[in-house]
């Protein structure tokens, strides 16, 4: 497919977001211990920026689950291919992703740490959220940008695996 890349919220205006998000999370946690557990592998790069922003020690972890396989839409049947190292019992947790499209995923993580992981509170913060994909309903505590639903790629999130590394987002545009 010939296509080309358009700029869709420049790197500064990330940057900055993310720094408002980190704030609102600090004081929201007070000095509570909380471990942020990103979903991998599109929650790396936002996750890395938002941990540096906070100012009191953040615990990180990481969990990948996949409910895509090759598709682009998501199938819905979810699979944990790497649970997270630490014991969550008893935690704060706050669930790090890059984007909720349908709320399948987060969804099923959700329901995940609170009735097999048994954490303490769950909390879930997005650094990009398409509300006019949503399929579910799912609480989303901290959310930095609402997105149209188109092809999104850069800060985390890929197309066939590439440009996960793009400093800003953008959206991909077939010509
Ligand atoms: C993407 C994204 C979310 C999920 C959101 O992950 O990172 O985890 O899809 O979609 P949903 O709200 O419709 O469930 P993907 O499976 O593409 O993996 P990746 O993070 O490795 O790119």
Known sequence: MKYRIESLIDRQKVESRIKELAKE??????GEEVVCV???????IFLSDLVKEIETPVIIDFMNVSSYGSETVS??????????????RGKNVLIVEDIID??????YVIDYFKKVKGVKTIKTCTLLSKPDRRRVQVDVDYIG????????????????QKYRNLPYIAVVIPE
């Open 102 to 107: 349908t709320g399948l995923t987060l969804e």
């Open 145 to 160: 940008f609402e997105v149209p639903d188109k092809f999104i790629i850069g800060y985390g999130l890929d197309y066939d």
């Open 75 to 88: 199938s819905g049947d979810v699979k944990i291919l790497k649970d997270t190292d630490l014991d969550l």
């Open 25 to 30: 999370i600090e004081k929201d946690y007070a």
């Open 38 to 44: 990103g979903l991998l592998k599109g929650s790396v």
